[in-house]
């Protein structure tokens, strides 16, 4: 069971924040929440305590014996703040400590990660950036908000990430120990998520499992560690769009692949994680295929779609690096590994992440599992987690082919000492 301190700031996205807490709680984890004053007039402490089995307290001079203001921070695995205003950036930034909150900042040595809520005007602001510049260069996160619905009739970017996310995030910093390195800055990549539909008739179509939560924290991660991310997205949604990620829907094979190609014309990066449909039905027809008991029953026929990814690999730009994906299955002819090992060296890509799929297994799950082949004959095995942790495992392995390694980071929780 790990310590988390979920830090709330005065900010009308709070309410949101029981969200977050129950979200972590159900996982398994010791939530104690630390509000701010002004917090408390969105949500009262009673909703805080009474979902985290924690007192809730926002001064210092509550439980003076206990030194809270220092021992909250010191003893937790990782202090997240939701939401967090340009108030609370302004103050972590430049260190003060004038309630529990901001002083359990100053005393965590953890990882700390910041979910911004604004208005628009205010995280543009020159003095928000260079307090959201400063807090990372200290190795603090602070996420990418979302852009949407604001406060009033008001919409743009400063709005709250889905507490889904936040709540995958912070798993994913647990996982790793540490902050997410911004080693993706300035980079633009394109992921692809979901599974392509091909339409048979008005009411019919041939499709797959693919629920694209995979591909959705590949874009997720992605806009975390800095990159410009164009999400291409078939039929996910039910899904949130991961904050900071510019989202491309569409349906078919074909409408994904010309979504992909203009995409990547300038992109660093390219994950094709979306499940695409191999056929295609020759000539849909216009009226629902009726059922008949004195009719034979009709013959679809199939056409074979484009193979996006070796097209992508064919006409890639000098630099760019090429992920893919493989769902496989063992079968007579060779083991899950067998098969893969051969469609790297046919697609000709730079990594290609594999799953074994199956009843419970990679498709409609939160988890994943697999390997990560390497053009160079690398593999990895990636062990059971989290879809955000198999993200991550691939952007490290991506940001070494772009010649940054997230090793060679500074420390981040020496840095916010």
């Not at 091909?198 to 992605?222: I, M």
């Not at 013959?299 to 730009?317: F, G, M, T």
């Not at 590994?337 to 409609?364: I, T």
Request: net charge negative.
């Amino acid at each position: 069971m790990k310590r988390i301190v979920l830090g709330v700031g005065g900010g009308i996205a709070a309410y949101k924040a029981c969200e977050v807490l129950r979200g972590l709680t159900e996982t398994g984890h010791d939530v104690r929440v630390v509000p701010t004053e002004a917090a408390l007039n969105f949500v009262g402490a009673a909703t805080f305590e009474a979902l985290s089995g924690h007192p809730v307290h926002t001064g210092v001079f509550t439980a003076v014996p206990e030194v809270q203001h220092v021992r909250i921070g010191q003893d937790a695995d990782l202090v997240i703040v939701v939401p967090a205003t340009a108030d609370l950036l302004a103050k972590a930034a430049h260190g003060l400590a004038d309630d529990l909150l901001t002083g359990t900042l100053l005393t965590a040595r953890c990882p700390v990660a910041f979910f911004p809520a604004m208005h628009t005007e205010m995280w543009e602001h020159p003095a928000t950036r260079d307090n959201v510049a400063t807090l990372r260069s200290r190795g603090a996160v602070v996420a990418e908000p979302a852009s949407g619905r604001l406060t009033g009739v008001d919409s743009g970017k400063g709005r709250l990430a889905d507490p889904r996310e936040i709540v995958d995030l912070a798993r994913l910093l647990l996982a790793r120990g540490d902050a997410l390195p911004r080693d993706l800055e300035g980079r633009r990549v394109v992921v692809s998520a979901g599974g392509t539909r091909e339409r048979l008739d008005p009411v019919r179509h041939l499709g797959n499992r693919s629920s694209g939560k995979q591909g959705y924290a590949l874009a997720r991660v992605a806009a975390q560690r800095g990159a410009h991310v164009t999400l291409v997205s078939a039929h996910t949604d039910a899904l949130p769009a991961p904050a900071g990620a510019d989202l491309v829907p569409v349906s078919s094979a074909a409408e994904l692949g010309a979504a992909v190609d203009a995409a990547a014309r300038d992109a660093d990066v390219v994950v094709m994680a979306a499940a695409v449909a191999d056929f295609r039905p020759v000539g849909e027809v216009d009226h629902k295929i009726k059922k008949s008991d004195d009719a034979p029953d009709p013959v679809i026929e199939l056409a074979r779609n484009r193979d996006i990814l070796a097209d992508l690999v064919q006409h890639r730009r000098d630099g760019q690096i090429v992920v893919g994906f493989a769902a496989e299955t063992g079968d007579p002819h060779g083991s899950v590994l067998d098969h893969a090992r051969a469609k790297l060296k046919r697609k000709g890509c730079d990594l290609l992440v594999v799953n074994a799929v199956g009843d419970g297994k990679a498709f409609e799950t939160e988890d994943n599992t697999g390997w990560l082949l390497a053009a160079d004959g690398a593999e990895e095995r990636i062990p059971l987690g989290a879809k955000s942790e198999l993200a991550a495992t691939v952007w490290d392995a991506a940001a070494r082919l772009l010649g940054v390694d997230p090793a060679d980071a500074a420390d981040p929780v020496a840095d916010q000492g």
